[in-house]
């Protein structure tokens, strides 16, 4: 069965503080690894990696995927207030339906910024 | 970024009256829409691959016969909830791929709904 664990399930820091989130996975057809962000409503989308070793940047928020170890991680440099939300990794499988991607999600960590 | 509109974002029923939400892309074709559901301080959960123009493919402990999935055209899925009951209240959540292009693309998230049974 395709699993996906997020550590830790919940983390409180304050602000300035940098934090680095895991997410391991054990899957069938590994195709792509996704960072999410979720606050209140729908997931809204960070990164998406699938080569092992390159880092993605946007801001103060960086990921890198390990697909030899099987784990990738969210770093979050000077955190602030606004980072406050649960974030979700999530792991695409193939799938032979037209090509389409199910995705298998994490728990989630929560992540709560104190100023 | 590809835009995916879910409607509505939120709903009161009754129970044992039935509930439809909507899903649609809006600038791209999707021929194949994803529904989850996500429980408090839970994780989002697969229910049901929707396929254009043919049957949906449920996960396994999601009945076909409580959650009707139609994906009648490209750019639209409905999931509907019926005879629903106060264990359905939820937040339910679409998503779906431009599958133009790059083989990897990201997954678009509706803005969910949220559905409380009284």
């Known amino acids: 069965e395709d699993k996906v664990v997020q550590s830790p399930l919940s983390l409180v820091v304050h602000e300035g503080d940098t934090v680095t989130l895991n997410c391991s996975y054990e899957v069938t057809n590994f195709r792509s690894l996704l960072w999410y962000k979720q606050e209140k409503k729908a997931p809204t989308f960070l990164f998406m990696l699938t080569s092992s070793g390159i880092e993605k940047k946007s801001g103060r928020l960086s990921s890198i995927l390990d697909k030899k170890e099987l784990f990738s991680i969210l770093n979050i440099t000077a955190t602030q207030t606004g980072d406050s939300a649960v974030y979700l990794c999530a792991v695409g499988n193939s799938n032979i339906i037209q090509g389409a991607q199910k995705l298998v999600f994490g728990q989630g960590t929560r992540l709560t910024i104190n100023p | 970024g590809a835009v995916v509109s879910q409607h509505p974002s939120r709903v009161i029923c009754k129970s044992g009256t039935s509930v439809k939400i909507e899903c649609r892309s809006l600038?791209?074709?999707?021929?194949?829409m994803f529904w989850y559901r996500q429980f408090p301080k839970q994780s989002l959960m697969l229910m049901a691959t929707?396929?254009?123009?043919?049957?949906?493919?449920?996960e396994q402990g999601v009945e076909k016969d409580k959650f009707l999935i139609n994906h009648a055209s490209l750019t639209l899925s409905t999931l509907t909830v019926t005879s629903a009951h106060p264990e359905d209240s939820s937040f339910y959540i679409c998503?779906?791929?431009?599958?133009?292009?790059?083989?990897?693309?990201?997954?678009?998230f509706g803005q969910g709904t949220r559905l409380t049974v009284v």
């Open positions: 929707s396929n254009e123009g043919s049957k949906a493919t449920y």
């Open positions: 998503s779906a791929r431009d599958h133009r292009g790059a083989q990897n693309t990201e997954a678009f």
């Open positions: 600038d791209f074709q999707a021929t194949t």
